[in-house]
């Protein structure tokens, strides 16, 4: 899906679809809707000319998260699709098991394909740390859990993912609102969709579920609030707050970096 979008261009204001025929109106909503799966703190950032809300936006957290793939020389390592490590003396808090998730992924029977994920914040140490040297600790961490020794590693890969979880921290849900009554002064020229879209914990199906009643809108179906998709899960945060680790964020490394637009 990414090859598809260009990045989110200058947004205007007053955009105006209102003089184009339904069919015209519709294409370009559809592409400007393509567009806004963009983390809402980008997109913001984006809009001339500037909003009230942009420093709202400036200040949603995101907690980043990268995963190394080790090719391993051995039969599967465990039967599940994934599991999650608590040892104190390792870094690493979930391990994914690909072949369960499909042969497909891993067609050789003599080699598994492991998954560690890191759950770290952009710029910190994990995040910063080479390729190699994140390889080694993967191998090294392996062991120490007990799935396979370091020589049976084969080669790993590292992928690093910015901004995959939407922080919910003490004001997120004050910010979010703020900025939802702002863009809601676009209409249906601007439709958020998605997880970072919408600020939400969203999984995949929630989150197709967003584009597909973005889509109902635009067509003139029953008009959907699709700022209430899983909205259910952001009250059950607040019912479990003291299992809310993020009441109170440290100060990651990105949230100094100059946005987009900014010189550094
Ligand atoms: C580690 C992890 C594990 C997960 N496990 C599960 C699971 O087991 N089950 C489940 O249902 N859900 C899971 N989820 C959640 C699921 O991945 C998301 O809900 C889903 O991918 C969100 O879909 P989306 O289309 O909103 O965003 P994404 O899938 O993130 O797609 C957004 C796309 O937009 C691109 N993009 C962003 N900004 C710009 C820009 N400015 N210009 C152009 N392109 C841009 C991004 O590169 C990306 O390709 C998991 C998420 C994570 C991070």
């Not at 983390?39 to 995101?62: D, G, M, Q």
């Not at 999650?84 to 391990?95: K, S």
């Not at 922080?167 to 997880?195: C, M």
Request: glycine share 6%; charged share 25%.
């Amino acid at each position: 899906m990414a090859g598809a979008l260009s990045g989110v261009d200058e947004v205007a204001r007053n955009s105006n679809t209102k003089a184009l025929s339904k069919i015209n109106q519709l294409r370009k909503e559809l592409i400007v809707l393509k567009r806004n799966i963009a983390p809402v703190r980008e997109l913001v950032e984006k809009i001339t000319p500037t909003p009230i809300s942009r420093l709202h936006a400036r200040n949603l957290r995101y907690r980043d998260f990268l995963t190394v793939a080790l090719m391993v020389k051995k039969p599967d390592l465990f039967p599940d699709n994934w599991i999650y490590i608590h040892e104190p003396d390792v870094q690493v808090g979930r391990i994914q098991n690909y072949r369960s998730w499909s042969p497909w992924m891993v067609p050789d029977p003599t080699t598994a394909c492991v998954g560690l994920e890191y759950f770290c914040f952009r710029g910190d140490d994990l995040w910063s740390m080479d390729d190699d040297a994140l390889v080694a600790l993967a191998s090294e961490e392996l062991a120490a859990i007990g799935l396979a020794t370091p020589d049976k590693v084969k080669r790993g890969y590292v992928v690093r993912v910015p901004m995959a979880y939407p922080i919910y921290d003490r004001d997120y849900a004050e910010r979010v609102a703020t900025i939802r009554s702002w863009l809601d002064g676009f209409g249906t020229n601007l439709v958020q969709i998605g997880r970072n879209g919408l600020h939400r914990y969203n999984n995949s199906d929630h989150s197709m579920l967003t584009a597909m009643r973005a889509v109902d809108n635009l067509l003139g179906g029953p008009v959907h609030d699709i700022w209430a998709v899983n909205a259910e899960s952001a009250y059950h945060e607040e019912d479990v707050e003291p299992e809310q680790p993020y009441r109170n964020v440290p100060e990651p490394p990105a949230m100094a970096e100059p946005l987009a637009g900014e010189s550094a």
